[in-house]
């Protein structure tokens, strides 16, 4: 079952003079196991949609189809709990919510929460801890000593021993060196690829979407402005332009090739591509 | 949480939000004066009928203030049970067996009730029409003459506003731990004792980390910026006391003089109540 949304509209604190309209009549659908970047600039609405997703936020209008879950503006959702388990949703920044006092309690505190024994817990901790590189040496201490890059780590892992189906990132590489974001993202495509995780990213960076993802949706003050492959996105260098985005590396290098006589396919999209296209136009003059 | 309104600045254009807050809180004393002063209940009528169109002018719902009022009842409910057995005065209103209920404990009761609801009027008007900020500059300005008598009048004032200014950020910052802890299974409502103590924990420690994080960062800001609290300072926002400001303040002075002239005897309200249907008549 894909995650679809209905004319899905979101206001904050309505009825009040701080109302604010964050989704505007929203319809999207999302395929199941899809890795999936969600774009636009800030304040455009991005964090609004993914937390419908688990239900943290429900709609004023619309309805949202999560799964085999229904959730409609009408009727107050009965147990979130399993929607919970099924969609584990990644924060911004979310080594503030670390609070027990060793790293294996913190992150069995989720699967704990879904009703895992103990057991269950510790093996899965044990195993996501190592899935995003920290090794068991790390098990019994503190959470608040590690550096920031390894909090994130373990608040990451936290969610993932819950196992949910879906797994929903809000810019889960925000302020972390490249090294650590790549490897963060490898990780995310290692989830989505070996593990079939259905993943929604929200992200700023376009090099990570270019290099992770499949699918973009991009959202422009409470709307959807576009959804569509990776490849058909960075193709449409109007909307690009349009978006204020700027394009990855490749991208850009791409398009000036083309300005300068190449002809290239849309599917150009790695330097090794670039660098074989380049190299047979070049024989072809020789 | 988003229904938290006591001090929470209400951004309507009326003519109480553009007066000088320190006109404001000079009035919100002088009527606080004028609540406690035990005068009978005619001021009472006059303090009601000026708090209601405060909140008329200022554009404020009385459902704001029920709403501020509601974590009171219990505490009036109490107030009442106390006085019913402990005042003794009065005549006897329900006898019940040995146990009687006297006049004066009702009106005791009845009293503090009306100043409760009067104080949290005129207090929910004044938070409600001025920006925290400016609530701050006023109180510095006030408190300035205590200088004498050392008083850090700007040490007090930057507390406060630091304070004030932080209310949102850990609410708002309380608002995302709890969504956090939501989606790793945390039920702030249901679930055994044990599983509540769990979840108030989850909250707390990652609110306390964060406030103290973020206090940390603000004294660093500050002292980059060389901050030194007993320098003379300017100020970007100017206070000045306009016409109108004078007038609020001698009609809320008034205010406060009837109840005390009734207190100490020179005012007799029946007299005020004839004189002023006296008045009326000659009108008509």
């Not at chain 1, 919970?84 to 503030?96: A, C, D, H, N, S």
């Not at chain 1, 079939?196 to 699918?215: F, P, Q, R, Y």
């Not at chain 2, 004393?29 to 002063?37: K, L, P, R, S």
């Amino acid at each position: 079952m894909p995650i679809r949304y209905e004319g899905l509209t979101h206001i904050y604190q309505e009825g009040t003079p701080f109302s604010y309209l964050a989704l505007d009549d929203v319809s999207l659908e999302i395929k199941e196991g899809a890795f999936t970047a969600i774009i636009g600039e800030t304040g455009s609405g991005k964090t609004t949609l993914v937390q419908h997703l688990n239900a943290l936020l429900l709609p004023s209008k619309g309805k949202l189809q999560v799964l085999d879950r229904l959730i409609t503006a009408d009727q107050k959702p009965k147990q979130l709990k399993s929607l919970r388990k099924q969609v584990g949703l990644v924060f911004q920044f979310p080594e503030y919510q670390l609070f027990e006092e060793t790293i294996l309690k913190d992150v069995c505190f989720g699967p704990k929460n879904f009703g895992a024994t103990e057991e269950e817990a510790r093996d899965m901790a044990v195993k996501m801890l190592k899935l995003v590189g920290l090794d068991e040496s790390y098990l019994d201490q503190s959470p608040f000593e590690l550096s920031g890059g390894q909090k994130r780590r373990v608040a990451i892992a936290g969610i993932l021993a819950m196992d949910p189906q879906v797994l929903v990132l809000d810019e889960p590489t925000a302020g972390l060196d490249p090294q650590g974001a790549k490897e963060m993202m490898d990780l995310f495509v290692e989830l989505n690829k070996t593990y079939h995780k259905t993943v929604l990213i929200v992200t700023h960076d376009m090099e990570h979407v270019l290099h992770s993802c499949d699918e973009v949706v991009v959202v422009a003050k409470g709307k959807i402005k576009k959804q569509c492959d990776v490849t058909t996105f960075f193709e449409d260098v109007e909307l690009l332009k349009q978006l204020r985005i700027d394009p990855p590396a490749v991208i850009k290098m791409r398009e000036a090739l083309r300005e300068r006589g190449f002809s290239l396919g849309k599917d150009m999209l790695s330097i090794e591509a670039l660098a074989k296209a380049i190299q047979s136009e070049v024989q072809k003059h020789e | 949480m988003n229904n938290f309104t006591l001090g929470s600045y209400m951004p309507y254009d009326s003519l109480i939000h553009r007066l000088d807050p320190r006109a404001k809180i000079m009035g919100m004393i002088f009527f606080m004066v004028a609540i406690f002063i035990p005068a009978g209940y005619f001021p009472y009528i006059i303090l009601g009928v000026v708090a209601l169109v405060l909140l008329l002018i200022a554009h404020l719902k009385l459902r704001s203030v029920w709403k501020s009022m509601k974590p009171m009842l219990l505490m009036m409910v109490f107030l009442l049970v106390i006085n019913l057995l402990v005042v003794r005065t009065g005549y006897v209103v329900v006898k019940l067996g040995d146990f009687a209920i006297y006049s004066d404990a009702l009106a005791q009761t009845f009293y503090i009730a009306v100043r409760l609801v009067l104080m949290i009027m005129i207090t929910t008007t004044l938070t409600a029409t001025t920006k925290p900020l400016d609530l701050t500059l006023g109180i510095e300005d006030l408190l300035t003459p205590f200088k004498v008598l050392h008083v850090p009048a700007h040490e007090i004032a930057m507390m406060i506003s630091i304070a004030l200014r932080f209310i949102p950020t850990l609410i708002e910052e309380t608002q995302r731990i709890m969504k956090a802890q939501a989606s790793r299974g945390v039920d702030m409502e249901e679930g055994k004792l044990k599983e509540k103590i769990m979840a108030v924990l989850s909250l707390i420690v990652p609110l306390f980390v964060s406030a103290f994080q973020r206090a940390e960062d603000l004294a660093n800001a500050m002292e980059a910026r060389g901050y030194i609290p007993e320098r003379k300072r300017t100020r970007y926002k100017q206070l000045k006391m306009a016409g109108r400001d004078w007038i609020m303040l001698g009609c809320s002075f008034l205010l406060m003089a009837v109840p005390i002239l009734i207190a100490m005897g020179y005012l007799d309200p029946l007299r005020i109540g004839s004189l002023f249907l006296e008045g009326v008549g000659y009108a008509l």
